[in-house]
């Protein structure tokens, strides 16, 4: 599952102070967007969209394509475009194109815990198309309470923001009514709810969790314990332990309640869920952990034992954290499409803000998994 070693800390600060460096596209983007201000500023004309896509011969979509996600559009297209917004001082922000509406050019970000590294990629793949489309990313944390989402989402509203991406799909009611009276484009993620707030893009933590489960099973293992976060209040725990369930049951195999764990977060708990399963069931032999750190956590523990990984017991982990590469044995896992998740959801609330998509209200976006089988199965 989703896990940090670290207490929550409140935060909120912009993703250039923490994203990797903007690439060649951004550093370009950006130098338009000076050059566009500087003719405004100096009473050039108030282009609009179509003043572009008239200027480089090409049509509207083409023009927001090549601002918004420049890899949808040829080299010679982009170079057309950039060409026709030098010439004519177009900036494509909110005061020129939705803006009518006095939000500002800020999109917010709200994730569990900003400690933890799992959200880095998501944050990379958004910062990206969001800093091209001359908006900016804020980061904000909720602590996995859905209280303190409220809160940091009327923080976020109160301050006017183009938009909202929430690492959660769980809310209060109050947050729904906000956000529903705002009527600000949102994307939810980490998990595919069943009537989003307004788009999702993620991975179904049900098949996932299904996925691997049964593919421990038809390798042969009998005994396969689960190990994940309390599923209280957690929709991807109780989805993702929903998914182990419903493979023993097409595996064939009774669930034993001694195999499902409820455990805290980090390395520590994943220890102490190896430790656990083999008092509970001596028998036991395959771990499937719900999130990367407890997996860690799970194979120090096997090491310090002194047990052969898949000899003695297979390890499995929900997450493909870097660090499992590198083990030995290297350790089988879900590889998730956490850098996909983001460039999606910018693109989509983007095209909300920008576009006015409105075809794309309750859009769900199941971007997949990938079992990654490695040494320790």
């Known amino acids: ?57 090409v049509s509207t979509m083409t023009v927001s394509r090549a601002l918004s996600d420049p890899d949808r559009v040829s080299a010679e297209m982009r170079e057309r475009v950039i060409t026709a917004v030098k010439e004519i001082g177009y900036l494509p922000n909110h005061l020129a194109r939705s803006l009518s509406s006095t939000r500002s050019t800020t999109i917010g970000l709200i994730v569990p815990s900003v400690d933890n590294f799992i959200y880095t990629q998501t944050v990379k793949g958004l910062s990206e198309v969001i800093r091209r489309s001359g908006f900016q990313l804020m980061v904000a944390e909720c602590g996995h309470d859905e209280d303190e989402e409220e809160e940091v989402i009327k923080t976020f509203l109160g301050h006017r923001v183009g938009g909202l991406i929430l690492y959660n799909t769980e809310h209060t009611e109050e947050a729904r009514a906000m956000i529903r009276a705002s009527d600000v484009p949102v994307v939810e993620s980490g998990n595919l709810p069943r009537r989003p707030l307004d788009m999702a893009v993620s991975y179904s933590n049900s098949e996932a969790a299904k996925a691997m489960t049964l593919y421990l099973g038809r390798l042969g293992y009998k005994k396969i314990a689960f190990a994940c976060l309390d599923t209280r209040n957690n929709d991807r725990s109780r989805d993702r332990r929903e998914g ?22 980090g390395m520590a708990a994943g220890a102490e869920a190896v430790a656990h399963a083999v008092e509970a069931v001596p028998e036991v032999d395959a771990l499937f952990c719900g999130g990367g750190l407890l997996a860690a956590g799970a194979f120090f523990e096997c090491q310090k034992r002194g047990w052969n990984m898949p000899g003695r017991i297979a390890l499995a982990s929900f997450d493909d954290i870097e660090m499992l590469h590198h083990l030995s044995p290297t350790v089988t896992t879900l590889r998730l499409p956490r850098y996909d998740i983001g460039v999606r959801a910018a693109q989509m609330l983007i095209s909300r803000i920008l576009d006015r998509a409105d075809h794309l209200k309750g859009s769900v976006v199941d971007l997949k998994f990938e079992i990654i089988q490695r040494e320790s199965t």
């Open 244 to 265: 182990y369930l419903e493979a023993l049951k097409q595996l064939g195999q009774t669930p034993d309640p001694r195999l499902i764990i409820d455990t805290a977060r």
């Open 1 to 57: 599952m989703d896990e940090s070693d670290t207490d929550t800390k409140k935060a909120a600060r912009e993703s250039g102070d923490t994203a990797p460096g903007q690439s060649a596209a951004d550093d370009t983007q950006n130098g338009l967007l000076e050059n566009a201000s500087a003719k405004r500023r100096s009473g050039g004309v108030n282009a609009r969209m179509r003043d572009v896509a008239k200027r480089a011969g």
